[in-house]
């Protein structure tokens, strides 16, 4: 979402009404193809065939995937290491298994090795920096867009938010009230789509109070955002003694921490849900009423477990997720390595769906820890020390040496040392005697170059990006 072209430094000037026009204006392009008859209709169909058999599943994906292969035979890139359209035909999944995994930086090198030449359709290019500040573009198709926004609002029916009916918050990067503004409202509102997008830049325990008076008069009844600010709205109710009862909660764009996660529900009542996708549109699983996991969403991709060698791992290992996507025939990405950590869950899940399901995903690779033994350590790990201890803000990870970890924090109101010493004791009862915990008070923690909050960055995995 943007200004509609205008730029902010003209935006903030205009009248209040204006900005709620342009607001509406900016988001009613998707919401107008989102009510199309076509794009319903795509998300009545996943409702229906979600239930499918492992049988159905195979059959469905044999069809999708032959025709990911056939038109990855007009990339530069498959063009000789696919045989030819009869023997995919014959028996897609092994042809795709004989593939080698593709790395991050095979696609950044060469974007253009990927473009499907005889695709009709148009490509839609969408530039953005990689989890490690890195520009990576990626290429979509409509369909594979459709794909992935449908899946997102089958999640979402099947949890009960109806489409256009109850009024939703959302919580963006983009200061959509001017920061000049030092009263309420901290909101523009779109009447059409039923959104108030709230803005993240005034949120603290003072203003929290107005915050709250917004969700109730527009009635709010679900929430979006990016986890870290919607664990900064929950602490500033949670300061300010507030809680409001939500039906549901989604985010995405960045992995939700445990503590976080708890912070939030707690605040708002409710459960929140978990999807997981990816830029690249490889990827996607999300997580239903069973609360069980993430079902992979074999509508749309071919998830894989992979170990360090790029082998698949063994039956419920923890390894890389690899993804295929089954609808982008402009660039068909193949077995591409996302960097993410998970495993497969065993046995079937008590809702009657046979698809696969994956653990929640709160780990990239690039979150691990290195250790002076040369173990590695999952970030998410140390998370657990961070539940017992109040009055922080923000806080993040940081590793340079392996002997060495830095913990950042930024504290909020009514912090004391001692919840500082605390938090470092914790940590430390987790890490070999070998590694010092160091407690850094700051005042900001950076983003990375996309503007995504990191619990935590090491500067000596990242570098070990394949
Ligand atoms: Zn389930």
Known sequence: ????????????????????????????????????????????????????????????????????????????????????????????????????VLGKNDVRSDVKRFINSSFPGKLIQHGTSGT??????????QECIDMERALIWRQRKQTGLEFGKEWRGMLGGLQIVPLEQNKPPYWRVNKLAKQVYFSTYHLSPASASAYLEAFGKFDIKALEGYPSVLYTIAYSFRQSGLDYPLDSIYYGAEPLQDFQRKMIEKVFHCYVLDYYGLTERVASASEFECKNGLHENWENCILEIVDKTGNPASEGEYGELVGTSLSNLGFPLLRYRTGDMTRFLPGECTCGRSSRRIARID???????????????????????????EHILE????????????????????????????????????????????????????????????????????????
């Open 363 to 389: 780990t990239k690779r690039e979150d691990l820890l290195l250790m002076p033994d040369g173990s590695l350590l999952s970030a998410s790990n140390l998370t657990f020390p961070f539940k017992d201890v």
């Open 1 to 100: 979402m943007n200004y509609s072209g205008i730029q902010y430094s003209i935006y903030k000037m205009l009248p209040m009404s204006i900005q709620n026009l342009i607001i509406t204006y900016a988001g009613s392009k998707r919401w107008k193809h989102e009510s199309t008859k076509e794009f319903q209709n795509t998300v009545s169909s996943l409702q229906n065939i979600q239930n499918y058999d492992t049988l159905q599943i195979k059959e469905y994906q044999r069809v999708k995937l032959a025709t990911i292969l056939i038109a990855a035979k007009s990339t530069e890139f498959y063009s000789e290491l696919l045989p030819s359209e009869r023997q995919i035909a014959s028996d897609p999944f092994s042809i795709l298994f004989s593939v080698p």
């Open 395 to 466: 806080s993040q990870l940081f590793q340079r040496i392996p002997e060495e970890l830095e913990v950042r924090i930024i504290p909020a109101g009514g912090y004391l040392n001692s919840d500082g010493e605390k938090l470092i004791k914790g940590i430390e009862q987790m890490l070999p005697e070998s590694v010092a915990v160091v407690l850094r008070i700051v005042d900001e923690i950076p983003r990375t170059k996309s503007g995504k909050f990191r619990f935590c960055v090491s500067e000596i995995t990242h570098t070990d990006e394949s």
């Open 132 to 141: 490690t500040g890195t520009p990576m573009q990626t290429i979509w198709t």
